[in-house]
């Protein structure tokens, strides 16, 4: 929710950006040769407890992503990419304070993509991004590692650049429409799980922020 309000703030600001700039003719574009910079991090820390009337739960929750990528942009408004990304997540379930589980996820992506700028302003541009993204994912379940994860997704993404100054951009995108696929390997068990989906989302678990440099 906290995400939703704050995009929709920021979606109000760009809004009255773009009707200044109607009065001229002037729309935000890239030339060829522009390079792109942009890097995105989210930290996640979170409790709840549980009280009963012989014992006590707790959950204590930790996480956090970081993503850089690099483009080029091959002809006015068109750019080619390249991104990584890490991310790293943990929970800790304590039974009257005393550690009962704790379970723990590292993931590794990397992403090629293009993506399309249309100004709509003299500061704001809309953009589309057409991408591939390879994740894997090792979980740990009480320190012994339980299972792994292979990923593909291959989709597009909406998103609005907002450029504070002449290099600098804030740049949002919401959801995502495409195709994934997953490999589960349980290395307990030794069994393996695979789903196949096509996805649409517009929710804020698809909400990303981040910042960009233009030279």
Excluded at 37 to 44: F, H, V, W
Excluded at 64 to 70: A, E, T
Excluded at 148 to 167: A, D, E
Excluded at 198 to 209: A, M, P, R, T
């Amino acid at each position: 929710m906290k995400k939703i309000t704050l995009l929709v703030c920021i979606l109000m600001a760009m809004f009255v950006n773009a009707q200044d700039d109607a009065t001229t003719s002037d729309k935000l574009t890239f030339a060829k040769g522009t390079q792109l910079i942009n890097g995105s991090i989210t930290l996640n820390i979170g409790n709840s407890d549980v009280e009963g009337t012989t014992q006590t739960q707790e959950s204590k929750n930790f996480g956090f992503s970081i993503s850089p990528s690099y483009a080029y942009a091959i002809s006015e408004d068109f750019f080619l990419g390249l991104g990584l990304g890490y991310g790293y997540n943990s929970r800790e379930n304590e039974l009257n304070g005393v550690t009962d589980s704790e379970t723990k996820a590292s993931s590794y992506n990397i992403f090629p993509y293009v993506r399309y700028y249309k100004g709509i302003g003299k500061k704001l541009a809309f953009y589309i991004q057409g991408e591939a993204r390879y994740s894997y994912t090792n979980f740990e379940f009480n320190g012994v590692d339980g299972s792994t994860s292979n990923r593909f997704f291959i989709g597009v993404r909406p998103g609005i650049t907002w450029m504070l100054n002449k290099n600098l951009g804030l740049e949002t995108s919401i959801g995502a429409l495409g195709y994934t696929t997953d490999k589960v390997e349980n290395e307990t068990t030794g069994t393996d799980v695979k789903t196949n989906n096509i996805n649409f989302s517009l929710n804020s678990s698809n909400l990303l922020f981040g910042l960009s440099y233009y030279f």
